[in-house]
T-cell receptor, first 116, second 113 residues
């Protein structure tokens, strides 16, 4: 079974600085998707960024980028120019590409605090 | 706004009772997923439906059941409720099976007293 591990329960960053959230996963499959979801205090789950495992290029979305290391099964999220609105729980998630369920497997989350 | 709606937003009930949570997927989405978020278990997949049929089950208790109706809305039924069932229940939807993007609803907060 696939597992996702986020080793940092909490992180903090100063406004306008850069922070990196870590995620590792375990799978025997060669093709899959990885995601970072943001959950602000409103509890809404918001997709931040996604990465297809077959793509070597790291995904970027404005101030958010990932460092995808397939061999190491590592998928970190970098937030640049942090803003107060980035404060939230961040969840790393895995999804297989074919066969069986398309369910998301989530890590335990990292609580990000942004200090003014 | 993801386009996925869930009702009710909050639900408070007593142990032993039965409740029904409702989800309307985004227009055109055929696949519906239910997830449970609790403090001790984190976010866990419960069950998936695709175009009215059950596609996959996760760690869903036998006291829980779900279905997807012809209009594609889904209901999650929780019975013989226990204190440990208190959690945030999310519904998510996606267009099809190959589509990787799942859109989450705002969740239903269930409190069992």
């Amino acid at each position: 079974a696939q597992t996702v591990t986020q080793s940092q329960p909490e992180m903090s960053v100063q406004e306008a600085e850069t922070v990196t959230l870590s995620c590792t996963y375990d799978t025997s499959e060669s093709d899959y998707y990885l995601f970072w979801y943001k959950q602000p205090p409103s509890r809404q789950m918001i997709l931040v960024i996604r990465q297809e495992a077959y793509k070597q290029q790291n995904a970027t979305e404005n101030r958010f980028s990932v460092n995808f290391q397939k061999a190491a099964k590592s998928f970190s999220l970098k937030i640049s120019d942090s803003q107060l609105g980035d404060a939230a729980m961040y969840f790393c998630a895995y999804r297989r590409t074919q066969g069986g369920s398309e369910k998301l497997v989530f890590g335990k989350g990292t609580k990000l605090t942004v200090n003014p | 706004d993801s386009g996925v709606t869930q009702t009710p937003k909050h639900l408070i009930t007593a142990t032993g009772q039965r409740v029904t949570l409702r989800c309307s997927p985004r227009s055109g989405d055929l696949s519906v997923y239910w997830y449970q978020q609790s403090l001790d278990q984190g976010l866990q997949f419960l069950i998936q439906y695709y175009n009215g049929e059950e596609r996959a089950k996760g760690n869903i208790l036998e006291r829980f059941s779900a279905q997807q109706f012809p209009d594609l809305h889904s209901e999650l039924n929780l019975s013989s409720l226990e204190l440990g069932d208190s959690a945030l229940y999310f519904c998510a939807s996606s267009v099809g099976l190959a589509t990787y993007e799942q859109y989450f609803g705002p969740g239903t907060r269930l409190t069992v007293t």
